[in-house]
């Protein structure tokens, strides 16, 4: 493909229905990508180096596409990004980047994964290079997370970045890579988040150590993963563990209990499902904050059928299903679902 003097790519965060912490334990989730993104303008330069201008914080980054060494916060994206595109073989051109954002950064609404696929996108397309499939995509911006960036996540935000349907959200299982859209068809209902007003970071949360707990549960019980393990198997668990793995089970249900749900248009079930899943994430998996808790009571209060944390967890971003006749609730943003990741 030719070089282009200039691309802009797009890549949105996502909201997560239901389905956490299930991506990494090669379980189902039910994300769908938002309209507040990351969008990354690249501009051709005539020297092998990446210069980068993250705007919204004003600062700025240097380095030789060669060797981008290793940094960190923003900069560990845009290092990853050259490094890990450089690794699958991709020949980049030097480049001016100048990153723009609309996601809230330590949200729970995937602002790393938009920034990483937009980074990603812009940098191919600049180069001329051919876009790979975006599992493979997903995968590549997933090794920028741990490899460059220090958090063990999985693909649940990248896949919902670089798959993400108007209209729909997406039954990912994250054991055979299968992306199947559902309809999200809400009536007068509506999803809105809510902030905790609490940030977090996967890399200096506990996320880590739930993920580390999970292998530990998996090498106990002698399996690969969490998928195909069940209730009797958690039973005979050290509490910890047998808690972790409770959530993960009985997570996978809910979500394809939500995909039966929303076929049949039943809300006040959907509401319930959400309302089991924070009670997990709590209880067993205890991934929830004072804050968080607030934020969901709040939910709750204004007549919200279900609302649970989401994402990562440790802080940011509470999801909630609200009627037509629901109380106003301050801070609640709508979302919907949109298309994923494009060059503009
Ligand atoms: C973060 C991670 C995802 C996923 C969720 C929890 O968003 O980036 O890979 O594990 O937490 O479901």
Redesign the pocket.
């Known amino acids: 493909m030719p070089l282009n003097t200039h691309a802009v790519a797009f890549a949105p965060g996502r909201a ?1 229905l239901i ?6 334990n090669q379980g189902l ?1 039910l994300p769908f990508a938002i309209s507040d993104g990351v969008v990354v303008r690249a501009s051709l330069l005539d020297v092998p180096r990446i210069e980068a201008v993250a705007v919204d914080v004003g600062e700025r980054d240097s380095f030789a596409l060669d060797s981008p060494g290793m940094a960190r916060g923003w900069r560990a994206f845009v290092r990853g990004a050259a490094g890990e595109l450089d690794r699958a073989g991709a020949r980049l051109q030097g480049a001016e980047l100048e990153i723009t954002g609309t996601v809230p950064r330590g949200a ?1 609404l ?1 602002s ?2 938009a920034l990483e696929v937009a980074l990603v996108l812009a940098l191919l397309a600049v180069s001329g290079e051919a876009e790979p499939d975006r599992i493979s995509l997903a995968e590549l911006c ?1 090794r920028i ?1 741990n490899e460059w960036v220090g ?1 063990q ?5 990248q896949i919902a970045s670089l798959c993400g349907r108007n209209e729909c959200a997406l039954r990912i299982d994250f054991r055979s890579l299968d992306v199947r859209p559902v309809p999200l068809e809400l009536g007068d209902f509506t999803l809105v988040t809510v902030d905790s007003g609490e940030k977090h970071t ?1 890399a200096g949360s506990g ?1 880590n150590e739930r993920r580390a707990e999970c292998a530990r549960a998996c090498s106990v019980l002698g399996v690969d993963s969490l998928r195909d393990v069940t209730l009797t198997d958690a039973d005979r668990l050290p509490a910890v563990l047998g808690r972790r793995v409770r959530h993960v089970v009985t997570e996978n249900e809910r979500v394809d209990a939500a995909v039966a749900a929303l076929s049949r248009g039943d809300m006040a079930e959907l509401g319930r499902l959400l309302d089991a899943s924070h009670a997990s994430l709590r209880d067993c998996y205890e991934v929830s904050t004072p804050a968080v808790e607030e934020a969901v009571r709040r939910c709750k209060r204004a007549g919200a059928l279900g609302a649970r944390i989401m ?3 440790f802080g940011g971003h509470v999801i909630a299903l609200l009627g037509p006749d629901a109380a106003d609730l301050a801070g609640a943003v709508e979302v919907r679902p949109g298309d994923g990741a494009r060059v503009l």
């Open positions: 997560n389905g956490e912490h299930t991506d990494y989730a729970g995937s790393s994964a997933s997370e958090a996540t999985g693909l649940l935000d996967n996320y994402g990562g967890g």
